[in-house]
């Protein structure tokens, strides 16, 4: 397995070198942001049509990033997530308070809580730059967390079973995600990028080690050299 | 069988396109299928549906893409599928994907920002000029320009780099005419001659501070050689099985691929003035 980062000094290769060279062997790309056009997602569109495996797949990264792709794959994989609906422009009965995440290609770090009825349809409509793109409405039922998830583990010791399953499921090395803890249990709302100076990297660290590791001795082992300690 | 035709505002304007959709649904229904278009404010209302005929245009970060993916996770046909969608709806993909598969195309690199004189050298001595400066997400011609030398090119380079961190450059290949080839399951569907308009060099130019249209010239599927035949089925090969216009540029060295879309362009009167069965073979591939 290759390493292909831009934010881990010991990861073999950087984007843009790795873009240039035909791949041979499987990738895993850690990256903090993984949006569509950004260099994170390069990676792993051109591991793919090499047809070698990689770790997050494009597909993967869409159904993260995109707030009724997430919901809907959090749901047929058994995670609890709230009863959202997509709008484009306000209609029929809206419960209040409510989580609104922007379903648009410019918007990140769309959060926002709304508690009043008055305000609602102007949010939306602003959310949904005047009904040209869907908006993702959550209702507002616990206390609503932001955490960060770093190879399933979680900035938050609460939050890390939860996680350990998002990455299971999702196998999206680092992102942010919105949840609300309520009296059910942990509800997945929304997941984004981090920003670089949101993430552990110690704990990137110590992973892109231990696979390094393993690699390593992976390769005595297939040369006959039986690996001691 | 429910047919789902996701389409917006925007693809009812042009009366030829809305002659077209409105023969897509009647050609359905004639069949026995029910044929419904829906908007982005239905897409959770898919799974309703047994098959997706995206109309609207693709892309991954826009709606159709949301359509389109959950679709295929409740098992309806579709077209466009969302393998078919990231990979035709952008160029740096594309590039990967003609160099991997020995797609005969201009000769073609990606740029990242870097002018030091090797790096313009280097690119002068490959690619020449008139170079090609394109944006992975252009449609619709309107992020490819042309330099005509290397001021020009760091200029137009350095004002798209603003909004992507990848640029695709091409040998600029002079032609009268793109071929447009519709391909279906990896057969032809239909072809035609997208013409360039007169004192400009894409189908779709700024001639006079004008947007002016090419004419398109349909061609029989039968009759275009079956070199050009057997480059489009390689290629769309390499995407998937969907509906794809390829656009090719033939030369004096063989035909040259520019690009694979999905969702390509079907307007009543132009790509299907010859062969009259294009909506029936779609409707048959949605619903077989
Ligand atoms: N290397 C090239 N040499 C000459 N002309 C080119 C070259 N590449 C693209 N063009 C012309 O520029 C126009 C747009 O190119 P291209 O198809 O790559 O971009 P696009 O924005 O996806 O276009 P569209 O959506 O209209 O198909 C076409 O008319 C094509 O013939």
Known sequence: MIIVSEDEDDSDSNPFLFLRQPVHDSILNINHDYRYLRMG?????????????VTPSCAEIMDAYRNPLLIEKARRNGMLTGDYRLLVSPQGELRLPVLLFAVNPFTNNSMKVVNSGEKLPGMIK?????????????????????????FGESTNE???????KFFEIFNIPICKLVVQIDDDGIILNHCEPAMKKEVDW???????????????????LCRGIQFQG | MKIACFVE??????????????RFKSTAESMGHAFEFIFKDKISKIQNY????????????????????????????????????????????????FMKNNIPAPKSSLFTGDYSGEALDDMRKTLGFPVVIKTPYTRFSSHVEKANNEEEFIKISRHMLRKTRVLVLQEYIHSNFDWRVGMLRNEVLYSCK??????????????????????????SRDSISTELKETCIRLSECVGDGLYGLDVKETDGGYKVIEIN?????????????????????????VS
């Open chain 1, 202 to 220: 110690d704990i990137v660290h110590d992973k892109v080690h231990e696979i390094k590791k393993k690699r390593y001795e992976n390769s005595l």
């Open chain 2, 9 to 22: 505002a925007y693809n009812f304007k042009d009366s030829s396109e809305r002659s077209a959709l409105l």
């Open chain 1, 41 to 53: 997602y390069y990676v792993s569109a051109h591991a793919e049509t090499f047809g070698v495996d």
């Open chain 1, 126 to 150: 602003k959310m949904s730059y005047d009904a040209r793109f869907p908006v993702s409405l959550h209702p507002l039922t616990g206390e609503v967390l932001e955490i960060i998830q770093i």
């Open chain 2, 262 to 286: 999905d969702n390509p362009s079907i307007y009543e009167g132009y790509e299907d003035a010859v062969d009259k069965d294009i909506h029936e073979r779609i409707i048959n591939a949605l």
């Open chain 2, 194 to 219: 997208y013409c360039i308009p007169e004192g400009g060099w894409k189908v779709k130019s700024k001639i006079n501070g004008r947007n002016v249209w090419g004419d398109t010239i349909a061609v």
């Open chain 1, 158 to 164: 609460e939050t890390s079973e939860f996680t350990k």
């Open chain 2, 50 to 97: 047994d098959a997706l005929f995206i109309r609207a245009v693709t892309d991954p970060s826009n709606s159709a893409y949301i359509v389109s993916r959950l679709a295929e996770q409740y098992g309806l046909r579709v077209i466009d599928d969302p393998h078919s969608i990231r990979t035709c709806s952008n160029k740096v993909i594309l590039h990967d994907i």
